[in-house]
């Protein structure tokens, strides 16, 4: 590769360098981030390209669907239907109904959930690995986690790092952004939420893949 890379933060600061995410609209990268459309898109994406997945939200938002009481409430034949360009569309559509029928149960509203939902929570539904939970936590609820994929672990591959596994993957990244805090202010901005940092930093691992035409492990 083009640097030496001993820490996350050298990383970042080597992808930042590139300029990748000039075109992003949202600051969170995921698009719409903060809102019920993430977490629906955590589920959708699995085994999806995103370009389908954005075709999926939209048909959702067309039905009036991006709300926890009309996901519950469609006719799951409907609900195929709108989201067949994801595939695995049924197994998807009942995990959708499930999950927002789950955090109605459990939280009340999205809101709510927001505030109090917790990884072991999201870990305990059905068709939520890892990933998944990670990506909810970061770009739909804010908080301070870094989400790894299969981009991130063939990057840091090329880069010379292999891991056991995800978590082990996710400390290492994380390390290097907590240790070099002072530094990530004069990259960024002063008290910038780590939450942010690491969505930028893991939208700059995927944008970067990609320019590089790297294909996610299989």
Not at 72 to 91: A, H, K, P
Request: contains cysteine; glycine residues 4%; charged residues 25%.
């Amino acid at each position: 590769m083009e640097i030496d890379v001993y820490n996350s933060f050298d990383l970042l600061q080597y992808l930042k360098s590139k300029n990748l995410l000039q075109n992003i609209q949202d600051e969170f990268w995921w698009d719409n981030s903060g809102t019920l459309e993430v977490v629906f898109g955590a589920i959708l994406v699995q085994n999806a390209k995103w370009d389908q997945v954005q075709k999926s939200i939209s048909n959702l938002k067309a039905q009036d669907l991006l709300n926890l009481k009309a996901i519950t409430n469609v006719d799951l034949q409907l609900l195929e239907s709108l989201i067949l360009n994801c595939g695995f569309y049924r197994q998807k559509a009942v995990r959708l109904q499930l999950l927002a029928r789950n955090i109605i149960n459990d939280f009340g509203d999205f809101d709510n959930f927001k505030d109090y939902v917790d990884r072991d929570w999201l870990l305990r539904q059905k068709g939520i690995g890892f990933e998944s939970a990670d990506s909810i936590l970061n770009y739909a609820l804010y908080r301070d986690v870094f989400v790894v994929d299969k981009y991130t672990q063939k990057l840091l591959l090329k880069f010379g790092f292999e891991f056991d596994d995800y978590h082990d993957i996710q400390d290492w990244l994380v390390s290097g952004i907590v240790g070099n805090y002072d530094k990530i202010e004069k990259l960024y901005y002063p008290n910038i939420p780590l939450s942010k940092v690491y969505a930028r930093f893991h939208g700059k691992i995927v944008e970067y893949s990609k320019n590089l035409l790297i294909s996610p492990l299989k």
